[in-house]
């Protein structure tokens, strides 16, 4: 598939996302679910926010935000698109803009053909309290949509600063119902497809790689789930097994390309 996701500048990206008529005032209780259930499905440190397109403004944050970022809550708070995609590394906005005009797009056509199972993962650089740049994954589980206008998104934004990475694609797409992976390595590549079939994991395992993903070792592992180290590294052993990796590294890599811990 000879697909490329170009990238765009701030005012093609607020053209394309910027929405007519407003939202009822009780609009954030259609995200409190998702914002509840974020914390169970947290793959490591992360924080919140949700957009209103429209007035292309943020409107809401976690409490912790100014944890992750040089800026505190009273900035986030109506704050612009401007103020949201400067906090990306300055060789990755364009094409971040890119990717989320490119998904967003996709995500109605599949919402028009009735396909749900779908998740976006998108990664790039991105400035933290300290002012230095790391990588992050950014998901949208959830949009509050009208007549195909995308008007309002629950944006989450895991750090993942504890992990190893040389490279990561810009974005990757996950159709459940198909099981199949599409991802960008970077911009200017064609798209990849793979046929996958998505590993059966138990809930225990599901907990293990929960928080292998949040930093935790073997031992640490053990004491909050009240098993032996034994126990622990047969799960993970078993979780290699399923997924084809040799490392847990390469085990975390795989359970963010894929999706396996999705909100």
Do not use: C
């Amino acid at each position: 598939m000879k697909k490329k996701i170009n990238p765009i500048d701030a005012d093609q990206f607020y053209d394309y996302f910027s929405k007519d008529s407003g939202l009822p005032n009780n609009y954030y209780d259609f995200f409190a679910d998702s914002i509840k259930n974020a914390k169970s499905f947290s793959i490591g440190p992360y924080f919140w926010f949700i957009t209103n397109n429209t007035k292309m403004r943020t409107e809401k944050t976690s409490e912790n935000i100014e944890q992750f970022t040089p800026f505190s809550k009273k900035d986030w708070i109506n704050s612009d698109t401007d103020f949201f995609m400067n906090l990306f590394h300055p060789d990755d906005r364009h094409h971040i803009m890119a990717a989320f005009v490119f998904s967003a797009t996709l995500r109605l056509q599949l919402l028009r053909a009735g396909k749900t199972e779908v998740r976006f993962n998108y990664y790039g650089r991105m400035i933290n309290k300290s002012g230095e740049y790391r990588w992050i994954l950014l998901q949208s589980p959830l949009q509050y949509i009208i007549n195909y206008e995308i008007k309002a998104s629950f944006v989450v934004v895991y750090d993942l600063s504890h992990f190893i990475i040389q490279n990561l694609p810009l974005l990757s797409i996950i159709d459940f119902s198909d099981n199949e992976v599409q991802y960008f390595k970077h911009v200017d590549q064609d798209l990849h497809k793979i046929d996958i079939e998505k590993p059966h994991i138990t809930k225990r395992e599901k907990d293990v790689l929960t928080l292998m993903a949040q930093g935790f070792n073997t031992p640490e592992i053990a004491m909050k789930l009240f098993l032996s180290y034994h126990t622990v590294e047969n799960h993970k052993r078993n979780l290699r097994k399923k997924t084809h990796t040799k490392t847990s590294a390469e085990l975390i890599a795989y359970t963010m390309n894929h999706s396996l811990l999705v909100l």
